[in-house]
Each structure stands twice: as structure tokens, then as C-alpha cells.
């Protein structure tokens, strides 16, 4: 009988440790993939949303919030699966120079049952958070703006024409 209950209790052993494995694995490649995905879909979302008006007017870059967010939204529900919820939250996004902070949170298999307080009973699933902050950084070599401001401001001749421009 020692043998036997010796045995059913390593089995039991080797299945929970196999089942741990499984979600701490589910865990961190979630969260692997979660990053790179913001971070690429961001990256993309941001080159689509750079105004190109504004920048052959002034020679800055930047970047149309609605269009933005629109991008952004569109491509990651294009690249993620149905197998988890998740809650995307954009707090801060400054159109020059472009800059955005994301949040992603996901839902991951693991779940812990509430024990105390009001939500006695309820599951609560482990969160996976993801947040990913972008800027678009240029060399700026020439501002049209500036130049005409500079202009008028001050004497303008040629030994002071090329101290806007920067030589690569």
C-alpha cells in the first residue's frame, strides 16, 4: 500500500508541476509577444500618421492624433488572436514632436479565485501590462519658419544663411 499511494503521489506531483510549467510559460511568452507587437504596431502607426503637409511647410515632423489611434487600433486588431481580451489605453500622444505612451493590457489563462471582501467567490485572472513609449527623433536641418522669423529680426547676409542647415 506504501508503494502504491508513493506513486499515485508522484504522478499527482508530475502533473501539477507540468501544469505550472504550462501557465508560467503562457505567462512570459504572452508578455514577449505582447511587447513586440505594441512596439511594432506603434512604430508603424506612427510612420502612417505623420503629416506630410506640415512638414514640407514647416519642416517638422508631426503626427495626426485621430489618425493615429485610428492606425494603430486597425493594425493590432489585424495582428492578435481571439484567445484573450485586451484593454488598450493611449495616455499621452503630442503631435509635435510626435510622441505617444501606450498601455496594453491583456488576460492571461491563469486565474485566482477572490477569498475575501465583497467579491467573495468572483475570479480574478493575472493581467499581462504592456506600455510602450515612442518618439520620432529627426536630425532637423532646416526650418522654413524660423528662418523667415530669424530674417526679420536681424540683419540677414550670407555668412549667416547656413547656420540653420545642418551638414551631414
Given amino acids: 500500500m506504501n508503494k502504491g ?14 501544469l ?7 505567462y512570459s511568452t504572452g508578455s ?6 505594441v512596439k511594432e ?3 508603424a502607426a506612427m510612420e502612417d ?5 506640415y512638414y514640407e511647410t514647416c519642416g517638422l515632423y508631426r503626427i495626426d492624433k485621430e489618425k493615429f489611434v485610428e492606425s494603430f487600433l486597425y493594425r493590432f486588431a489585424d495582428s492578435v488572436d481571439n484567445s484573450r481580451n485586451y484593454s488598450i489605453g493611449f495616455y499621452d500622444i503630442n503631435e509635435v514632436p510626435p510622441k505617444v505612451s501606450i498601455k ?9 479565485n477572490v477569498t475575501g471582501g465583497e467579491e467573495k467567490g ?6 499581462i501590462t504592456t506600455s510602450y513609449d515612442a518618439i520620432i527623433e529627426t536630425n532637423y536641418g532646416y526650418d522654413p519658419v524660423t528662418e523667415a522669423i530669424l530674417k526679420q ?7 549667416k544663411a547656413n547656420f540653420c542647415k545642418v551638414s551631414s
Avoid: H, R
Fill in 104 to 112: 496594453v493590457d491583456s488576460l492571461t489563462v491563469l486565474a485566482f
Fill in 20 to 26: 505550472l510549467i504550462n501557465v508560467l510559460t503562457n
Fill in 122 to 127: 468572483k475570479k480574478e485572472a493575472a493581467d
Fill in 41 to 43: 504596431t506603434t512604430d
Fill in 32 to 37: 514577449e509577444l505582447d511587447y513586440y507587437l
Fill in 5 to 18: 499511494m508513493l506513486t499515485v503521489g508522484i504522478i499527482l506531483l508530475s502533473i501539477i508541476a507540468l
Fill in 49 to 53: 500618421a505623420i503629416d506630410m503637409k
Fill in 153 to 159: 529680426i536681424e540683419p540677414y547676409n550670407d555668412e
